[in-house]
């Protein structure tokens, strides 16, 4: 998710609280104004019934509401010197135009006292007070069109102001999505006169310097350990085959001699794989191009067909689609080769190993030990079977890199009695 949408999840979350607690808030005070504003025209209309009854003494005769909008009653001195103005808010009975019968209304209620002529009278009157249930309604309205207002107000300026800010930030991200140790020219950079991508383009500018001359480092060290180890290890086995040759050995001599070729050839071998496993995790293969699996499976099974043939192991190979990827050719027959070596040394007298291509996935299965391998272990390096401990242990995790180089899936299955090596290509 963008910051600029995550942003804006965070600020829908706080203005809804926000927008929830002003609207209570709101409420309580709206509800005090109307009942502020009802009560002053109930102190009004008191005024104006008193003023009434002083020139028409018939409207102290009005005993309860059915005659109107008040009542008066007659009460003692006592009970008056001791009354004070009271407000009430109640319901009463009322027939509105749209009423088919009277229904309950809610009413405010000011009873008060008057004296007139030396007689005291308790005075009654009510004014019409705003449903609360209508005015939740109409608040809960309002406040979610004050919500939804206020979330479009924020998109319109996260798309015309925010982003405008931002763009720097995604000019560099985009820039360093793009940049390739040891082969960018030039390092990220953006105009910006906001300090903090200033800042953020010269830390990335130094920890990028930092990072290529590691590389080249590193390119230097493998290139250099390719010559150097390479070199006496080739002229040391020159040498032996040479004294073997000549020199007239005994049996046991020359058996020793034999392992001392063997194991400088393993030397070889282990020092070529280590190189190439640093060259892939270095990145140092850019040759892509579309390369056509299929061909690279029949060339490997036809190399290693004779010694198939020797440890006695059926090959069959089934295509059920042409199956083409977008890799550095050496790499993908690195990964084949490895995978078929794997299934025919690790095999058993009268195996056969199954290879079957679909649109998107390249399958190897081989017969072999009657147990599960342990798939935590099988894809680092130097791991080894117990029966064949002369290998390098690092063809797997080979395999394993280079997938990994180009975002492939790799993993092993045990099932049927079969050892199941899968690559998915998508």
């Known amino acids: 998710m963008k910051l600029l949408n995550k942003s804006i999840l965070h600020l829908m979350g706080y203005l809804l609280l926000i927008v929830s607690f002003w609207s209570v808030i709101f409420y309580f005070n709206m509800l005090d104004e109307i009942k502020d504003s009802v009560d002053e025209e109930l102190e009004n209309y008191k005024r104006q019934i008193v003023f009434k009854a002083e020139k028409d003494p018939t409207i102290l005769q009005q005993k309860t509401f059915d005659e109107g909008f008040f009542s008066v009653n007659p009460i003692s001195k006592s009970e008056a010197l001791n009354f004070k103005d009271t407000y009430e808010d109640t319901e009463i009975y009322a027939h509105d135009a749209d009423d088919e019968a009277p229904e309950l209304e809610p009413v405010r209620i000011l009873t008060t006292v008057f004296e007139q002529n030396g007689n005291f009278y308790e005075l009654k009157i009510f004014n019409n007070m705003v449903e609360e249930d209508d005015l939740v309604k109409e608040l809960l309205w309002d406040a979610a069109g004050l919500y939804v207002l206020l979330i479009f107000s924020i998109l319109i300026l996260n798309n015309l102001v925010l982003q405008r800010l931002w763009k720097p930030f995604y000019e560099l991200l985009n820039e360093l999505k793009n940049y390739r140790l040891g082969i960018s020219k030039t390092f990220p950079k953006v105009k910006t006169k906001t300090k903090e991508f200033s800042d953020l383009q010269d830390a990335v500018t130094t920890l990028l310097q930092y990072s290529e001359k590691s590389y080249e480092q590193q390119k230097e060290f493998i290139g ?79 190399d290693l067909q004779d010694i198939a043939d020797f440890k006695q192991v059926e090959i069959h190979f089934t295509e059920n689609n042409e199956l083409s990827v977008d890799a550095d050719a050496a790499l993908m027959n690195i990964v084949i080769s490895n995978l078929l070596r794997n299934a025919i040394f690790h095999n058993i007298k009268s195996g056969k190993v199954e290879i079957i291509i679909d649109s998107k996935k390249l399958s190897v299965f081989n017969t072999g030990a009657e147990k599960s391998l342990n798939q935590e272990k099988i894809f680092k390096r130097f791991q080894k079977s117990e029966e064949h401990q002369s290998g390098s242990g690092l063809g797997l995790a080979i395999v394993k890199a280079i997938a990994e180089l180009y975002d492939f899936s790799v993993w092993y299955d045990f099932k049927n009695g079969m050892h199941e090596f899968s690559v998915n290509f998508q």
């Open 224 to 302: 250099n350990a390719s010559h150097e180890l390479q070199t006496p290890l080739a002229i040391a086995i020159n040498k032996l085959e040479l004294l073997i040759e000549k020199e007239d050995f005994t049996e046991n001599q020359a058996e020793k001699i034999a392992e001392i070729m063997e194991i400088i050839e393993r030397l070889v071998r282990l020092n070529k794989s280590l190189l190439l496993l640093t060259k892939i995790e270095n990145k140092q293969f850019f040759d892509n191009q579309e390369i056509k699996v299929n061909d690279i499976v029949r060339k490997n099974i036809d």
